[in-house]
C-alpha cells in the first residue's frame, strides 16, 4: 500500500482550520500593521514631483571661412554631452557650495528627525574658511536653547562625541578635530522658548553626491534638444531652487568656458595679425621694388598670355597653402611647452583632427574645473595631465600625416603650376619672377583678411555671449504629491496585516519537522491510528480507575474498544507498545490501557520490558524486591516473586524491569524470556508490554516474537515526521505485528482533557 500524499492538492478546509485556530495572530497583526500604517501616515510628509525643462542651444562655427576651415574651438554640441555636463559633480559641487546644501537642519521634537522649510532655521552654523572643501566625513551637532537663550552644543563625529559645551551664549565658536565652527542665531529664532535642532554638516563633494542620487537629467524625446530634470523633495520651494540654480550654474559656467577659449582665440589671432602684417608689407616692399627695377607694371601689357588656364590650379594651390599655415599655426602651439595644458584656439578643416581637437579641449577645461578643487598633485589631476599628455601626442602625430598629405597636394599643384609654366617659354623671367611675387603675396594677403574677420568674430562673441542652455520651464511643483495617501497607506496596513500571518504559518509548516494533528499523521502513513488522546492538565500516571468519569478515562475505554477489535483472535494476548524516542507517553499509554483492560474483569499484566532505562515503578509509585531482571538473570528468583498487584486497579499486575543489568541485549533473547511469556498467557488474559524505544534501540524487535500485536505511541508537536517516515517503512516491512499507531497530545476538542510529560 503507497503511502499517502496530500502535496498535489490543497487542503482548503485545514488550511480554513489552521486560520480559525491561530485568529488571534490575524488579530495581533491587523492592530500592529494598522498602528504602524497610522503612526506613519501622521508623520508623513507628502512628497511633491518638481520638473524644470532646459533647451539646449546648438553650437554655432565660430570659423567658417572661404578657406573651408572649420571652428575655431570646438565642434557641434551633442545633447547627450550636455547631460553629463549638468548632472556633472563640478556643477552639482558649486550649487551646493551656493547655496550652502552641505548643511542640513532638522526639528528633534518626536522620534523622527523632521528637516526645516528651506531656507527657514533659527540657528546657523558657519564653518572654517576652507574646511568643506576637504571635508571627507559628516558631523552632527544638536543643538538645545533654553528659554533665557542659553545654548548646549554637543557635535558627533558618527557616534563618538567630539565636543560638548553647555550653557553658552551665542553666537559661539566650538572647536572640533576638523576645525572650527561658529553657531549664531537668525532672524527666525524664536525667543522666550525651548528649541532643539539637530544640525548636520558634511563637505561640498559629499552634497554634490547627494544631489546626484536626488535629481535626474534626461532626454525629454529622442527627436528633441530638450533635457528634464526632475527631483522628489517635501520641500517644493527647496527643490525648486536647487534645480534653478543647478541650471544657472550650467549656464554660468557654459559661458565662462566660451569666454576663456574665445580670450585665448583672440590672443593667438592677435599674435599671428602681428606677424603677418609685418610679413605682407615685406612682401608688398619687395614686389613694388622688383616692378620699379624692372619697369614692369602690367604683365598683361608685356605678355598678352591669358592667365585664365591657371587660374583653377592657382586657386587650389593658395587654398593648400593656406590650410597648411594654419595647420602649423595649431601644431607650433601645441608643440610649445608653454602651452601644455592650454586650449587648443584652432581647429584643421580635416574632420578627425577636430574631433581629436574637440575632445582635448574638454579634457583640458575638465583639468582647469578639477584644478579649482584639487592640489596638482591630486590623483585626479595626475591621472587627466597623463590623458591629455596621450592625447596631445597622438593629435601632433595625426597632424604630420595630415601635413605630409598637404605638401604632397601642393607638390601635384605646383607640378601643375610648372608644367603650365613650361609652355610660356616666350615669358620673360622678370615677369615670371613677378609671377610667383604676386602669388606669394595673394596667399598672405588673405591669411591677413581671414585672421582679421576672426578676430572680430572672437572679439563679437565675447561682447554677445549667450548661455548654452534656454530656460523652456523653470522649476516648477507638479500638484499632487507623489507616493502614497494616507488612505492608500491605511489599506496597505491592513492588506500586510492580513498576509503576514498566512506567511508566518506557511513557514512555521514548512520548517517544522514535527505533526500537530492526527490528520498530519494520517498525511505521513498508512499504519491504522488505533485512538488520539488529548491533553490533561492532571499530571496523573495512572487516570483509568473504577471510579474514574474523566473525558481521558472515556478516551482509553475507546482505544480499548478499537483495541479490542484488534486482537480478533483468541490467541493474541500479548500487546507490545513502544514509541520513536522517550517522551512521546509510551509507559502512559501502556498504564492506563492496562487499567482499562482490567475494568472488563479481566486478568491483566502491565511487564516492564524498557530495561535499559525503566520508570514504571516511578510512575505507579511501588517499590518491589524483586523485577523482570533479576528474573531472567537468576534462577531463585520465581515468577510470584516478580508479580506486584495493584491496588487502585482490581485485576491488574505489575512486572517492573528491575536493576539495569550489564547485558540487556542477551537477556530479551533468552529462552528465558519466552517461558515466562508462555507461562503469563496462561494466568492472564491480556499482557501489556511497555518496550524501548525502536528508534534508540533495537530490544523492541527481539521483543516482537513474543507478541501479538503492536502499538506504536507519537505525540503531537513532539514526535517528528522523519521518525512517522521511518515507522512506516517497519510497518511496510512487517517488522512489527498488527501495528497500530496511537495520537498522543493533540489539542483537546473540549474545555478539559489531559496532559502528561512523563514517558
Known amino acids: 500500500m503507497a503511502k499517502k500524499n496530500n502535496s498535489d492538492f490543497i487542503d482548503l478546509s485545514g ?29 508623513y510628509l507628502p512628497k511633491y514631483s518638481i520638473n524644470a525643462n532646459l533647451l539646449i542651444n546648438p553650437e554655432e562655427d565660430t570659423m567658417a571661412s572661404p578657406t573651408g ?46 528637516q526645516i522649510d528651506y531656507p527657514k532655521h533659527p540657528v546657523e552654523v558657519t564653518p572654517q574658511s576652507g574646511i568643506m572643501d576637504t571635508l571627507k566625513t559628516g558631523i552632527t551637532f544638536k ?12 557635535g558627533k563625529i558618527k557616534r563618538e562625541t567630539v565636543v560638548k559645551v553647555k550653557n553658552v551664549a551665542l553666537p559661539y565658536v566650538v572647536t572640533t578635530p576638523l576645525g572650527k565652527f561658529a553657531f549664531s542665531k537668525t532672524p527666525d529664532f524664536p525667543t522666550g522658548k525651548n528649541l532643539d535642532i539637530i544640525i548636520g554638516v558634511q563637505g561640498y563633494d559629499s552634497a554634490a553626491e547627494d544631489m546626484s542620487e536626488n535629481i535626474s537629467v534626461e532626454i525629454a524625446s529622442k527627436r528633441s534638444n ?71 607694371f602690367d604683365i598683361g601689357q608685356n605678355t598678352g598670355y591669358t592667365f585664365s588656364k591657371k587660374a583653377t590650379y592657382e586657386s587650389q594651390l593658395i587654398k593648400a597653402r593656406t590650410d597648411a599655415e594654419i595647420l602649423q599655426m595649431t601644431r607650433d602651439f601645441l608643440s610649445a611647452s608653454e602651452n601644455a595644458y592650454s586650449l587648443v584656439p584652432t581647429t584643421p578643416e580635416n574632420s578627425m583632427l577636430a574631433t581629436a581637437i574637440t575632445d582635448y579641449n574638454q579634457a583640458v577645461l575638465q583639468r582647469l574645473d ?73 596667399v598672405k594677403q588673405q591669411l591677413f583678411v581671414f585672421l582679421l574677420q576672426q578676430r572680430e568674430q572672437t572679439a563679437l562673441r565675447l561682447a554677445t555671449a549667450f548661455p548654452k542652455g534656454t530656460l523652456v520651464d523653470t522649476a516648477y511643483t507638479l500638484s499632487k504629491p507623489v507616493g502614497l495617501g494616507k488612505k492608500a497607506i491605511a489599506l496597505l496596513a491592513l492588506f500586510f496585516g492580513l498576509l503576514t500571518p498566512p506567511i508566518i504559518l506557511f513557514i512555521r509548516q514548512l520548517i517544522n519537522d514535527r505533526f500537530e494533528t492526527r490528520q498530519d499523521v494520517e498525511s505521513i502513513t498508512n499504519i491504522p491510528i488505533l485512538g488520539e488522546m488529548c491533553i490533561d492538565r492532571g499530571g496523573k500516571s495512572l487516570v483509568v480507575t473504577s471510579e474514574s468519569t474523566s473525558s481521558t478515562a472515556e478516551l482509553f475505554r475507546l482505544l480499548r474498544s478499537n483495541l479490542l477489535f484488534l486482537l480478533n483472535d483468541p490467541n493474541d494476548h500479548v500487546v507490545l507498545v513502544t514509541s520513536s524516542t522517550a517522551g512521546e507517553g509510551k509507559s502512559f499509554i501502556s498504564i492506563n490501557l492496562a487499567a482499562s483492560l482490567a475494568l472488563l474483569n479481566k486478568n491483566v499484566v502491565l511487564v516492564g520490558m524498557d530495561i535499559r532505562k525503566p520508570q514504571l515503578a516511578n510512575y505507579l509509585n511501588i517499590a518491589p524486591k524483586f523485577g523482570l531482571t533479576q528474573y531472567l538473570s537468576s534462577s531463585s528468583v ?53 518496550t524501548a524505544p525502536i528508534g534508540l534501540v533495537s530490544d523492541t524487535f527481539t521483543l516482537n516474537r513474543v507478541a501479538d500485536a503492536s502499538i506504536y505511541v507519537c505525540r503531537a508537536n513532539y514526535t517528528s515526521k522523519k521518525d512517522l517516515e521511518e515507522v512506516n517503512h517497519i510497518y511496510e516491512n512487517k517488522r512489527l505485528k498488527k501495528m497500530s499507531i496511537v495520537v498522543n497530545g493533540t489539542a483537546s476538542k473540549k474545555t478539559y482533557g489531559y496532559s502528561h510529560d512523563r514517558v
Request: glycine share 4%; net charge negative.
Open 15 to 43: 488550511l480554513f482550520k489552521l486560520y480559525i485556530k491561530n485568529w488571534y495572530m490575524f488579530a495581533i497583526s491587523v492592530t500592529v500593521f494598522l498602528g504602524i500604517g497610522i503612526a506613519y501616515a501622521l508623520m
Open 69 to 114: 576651415l572649420s571652428s575655431l574651438f570646438g565642434s557641434a554640441g551633442y545633447v547627450e554631452d550636455e547631460i553629463f555636463i549638468v548632472s556633472s559633480h563640478t556643477v552639482y559641487r558649486e550649487v551646493a557650495r551656493d547655496m550652502k546644501l552641505n548643511i542640513s537642519y532638522f526639528t528633534d521634537k518626536n522620534i523622527f528627525a523632521t
Open 143 to 154: 543643538v538645545s536653547v533654553d528659554k533665557n537663550g542659553m545654548a548646549s552644543i554637543r
Open 226 to 296: 530638450v533635457i528634464s530634470l526632475k527631483m522628489v523633495s517635501t520641500n517644493p520651494d527647496y527643490g525648486m531652487a536647487i534645480l534653478n540654480a543647478v541650471m544657472d550654474k550650467y549656464n554660468e559656467k557654459g559661458i565662462e568656458q566660451k569666454n576663456d577659449q574665445n580670450r585665448m582665440t583672440a590672443q593667438f589671432l592677435s599674435e599671428r595679425i602681428d606677424i603677418l602684417s609685418d610679413e605682407l608689407s615685406a612682401s608688398e616692399g619687395e614686389l613694388e621694388s622688383f616692378k620699379e627695377r624692372n619697369e614692369l
Open 370 to 442: 578639477l584644478l579649482q578643487s584639487a592640489h596638482p598633485d591630486n590623483s585626479m589631476v595626475k591621472r587627466l595631465s597623463e590623458q591629455i599628455d596621450t592625447m596631445r601626442a597622438n593629435i601632433l602625430t595625426s597632424m604630420s600625416r595630415t601635413a605630409s598629405s598637404l605638401n604632397v597636394r601642393i607638390n601635384d599643384l605646383e607640378r601643375e603650376m610648372n608644367s603650365a609654366d613650361s609652355k610660356l617659354s616666350n615669358l620673360p623671367s622678370q615677369e615670371r619672377e613677378l609671377l610667383k611675387l604676386n602669388r606669394d603675396l595673394t
Open 638 to 690: 520465581l515468577l510470584d516473586q516478580i508479580i506486584t498487584p495493584l491496588k487502585s486497579v482490581p485485576g491488574l499486575d505489575v512486572i517492573v524491569a528491575g536493576p539495569i543489568p550489564p547485558n540487556p541485549a542477551e537477556l530479551l533473547i533468552s529462552h528465558k524470556l519466552d517461558e515466562l511469556v508462555a507461562d503469563l498467557r496462561k494466568r492472564y488474559h491480556y499482557i501489556i508490554l511497555d
